[in-house]
């Protein structure tokens, strides 16, 4: 027999707070170490689409979008295609969005890097629905630098590496791929 996680656990208790405080105690923890590390190196290690990232990691972390894989695949799609319209529109030197206001590139930027970053993940078999938030991050000109760009990318593996890691210490393992039992 084996023994059942916390979240199982408080899960199959019916009782919504439960359920509640785990996912929000360890979307806090792991959102606060992130942003931590970004105030002590003045980078952007906290960023729109972690959120999404660690609630699905604690609040279905049996859904396949949850799992680790699927996380560094997504967020990591989502850099490259978002890098790829951002250079493709030349936008790379243009305020950006949030600043300058939509322009006509940078629809289309922001459009086609959404649209890449499903049909990727999609043919792959690796939903993460966060990604799309960090494709736009990127296309609409919000994050650009490389400097940003690397710091993105190690708060997206430290995320989902301390995610995942205190998921498995409270005995939550992620989803199973399809074919394994």
């Excluded at 208790?13 to 105690?25: I, M, Q």
């Excluded at 960023?47 to 990591?76: C, D, K, W, Y």
């Excluded at 949030?98 to 970053?117: E, I, R």
Aim: glycine residues 12%; aromatic residues 6%; hydrophobic residues 45%.
């Amino acid at each position: 027999m084996s023994k059942q996680s916390i979240h199982a656990r408080l899960t199959e208790s019916g009782s919504r707070p439960g359920p509640a405080l785990y996912a929000a105690t360890l979307s806090l923890i792991v959102l606060s170490a992130s942003g931590g590390i970004g105030l002590a190196l003045h980078s952007p290690w906290l960023f729109p689409s972690l959120g999404p990232t660690v609630m699905l990691f604690f609040e279905s972390p049996q859904e396949e979008s949850s799992r680790p894989s699927n996380a560094l695949i997504g967020h990591g799609v989502g850099l490259l295609a978002g890098i790829a319209c951002l250079y493709g529109f030349g936008l790379q030197d243009d305020p950006s969005v949030p600043a300058g206001g939509l322009t006509t590139p940078h629809l289309l930027a922001g459009a086609l890097s959404v649209a890449l970053t499903t049909l990727v993940l999609t043919w792959a078999r690796k939903p993460h629905p966060p990604a799309g938030a960090t494709t736009l991050i990127v296309s609409l000109g919000i994050l650009t630098n490389p400097a940003q760009l690397l710091s993105m990318a190690a708060a997206i593996i430290f995320t989902t590496t301390l995610g995942w890691g205190l998921n498995a210490l409270l005995g939550t393992k992620p989803a199973a791929t399809k074919g394994q039992s």
